[in-house]
């Protein structure tokens, strides 16, 4: 199954309510099955990840906005993990060992031979159009 995640946030600065899992599931449950629920108090948002993406719609539809203990609070679509995010382990999480044996990112070489420093052929530099080509061109 496909699966979404939306982003929400309480409007204004700290201090945020003291928000919990129960909160979010009791708000958004309505919407569709949740995943699971990623809260970061200490920032005042947290993420909902549903089991379909027309669930996560209609529940950024419905939410923004709105007011979750006393706060109003955007609800939007979730970015993607910034390339290697995934992989790094989270603040205050320390790696395990089995991390350690994933293989490292793969970058493109250059081709075999290395890259041709070859001037462009003439006849690709000195090529004319066809007659009509030029006549249209001209007019």
Partial sequence: KARA???LRFQGDAPYPNLTEGDIRDKFYSF???VSVRIQAEKGQAFVEYTEPDACELAIASMNRKELLERNMYVKWAR???RGEAAAPKRGEE???SQNNVPKVVRPMAPPGGMSKAPIPKAFTTA???A???AIAAA
């Fill in 80 to 82: 993607a993990p910034k």
């Fill in 5 to 7: 995640t939306l982003y």
């Fill in 95 to 97: 790696e395990s060992s």
């Fill in 32 to 34: 569709g099955e949740i």
């Fill in 132 to 134: 009509h080509v030029a």
């Fill in 128 to 130: 004319k159009p066809p």
